[in-house]
């Protein structure tokens, strides 16, 4: 049995605060998506960097993620955050 985490702690497409985390993740301060490329190290530290702002289950979120495709930064904005 595996019940549904509170929707709310999760930070997914679902949460009101969504588009909010994810321009941020894809901004300067952190992936900084340009023409050129973008950051990442193939890990979370991002993520995990800004999911601490949000009121949100930190660990819970980047489960979430990779269970969604996004095992690392950039493939949060790519996987994760794309029309579903
Ligand atoms: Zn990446």
């Known amino acids: 049995m595996n019940d549904s985490p509170n929707i709310a702690l999760i930070m997914s497409p ?9 321009n941020a993740l894809a901004g300067p301060e952190f992936c900084n998506f340009h023409n ?3 950051n990442c190290h193939g890990d979370h530290r991002y993520a995990k960097q800004l999911l601490e702002r949000f009121d949100v289950d ?3 979120s980047l489960a979430y993620f990779e269970e969604n495709g996004g095992y690392c930064d ?3 904005v790519f996987n994760v955050g794309g029309p579903s």
Not at 14 to 22: I, R
């Open 74 to 76: 950039c493939e949060i």
């Open 14 to 22: 679902a949460h009101p605060q969504w588009s909010e985390f994810l």
């Open 58 to 60: 930190v660990e819970g």
């Open 36 to 38: 050129n490329g973008w």
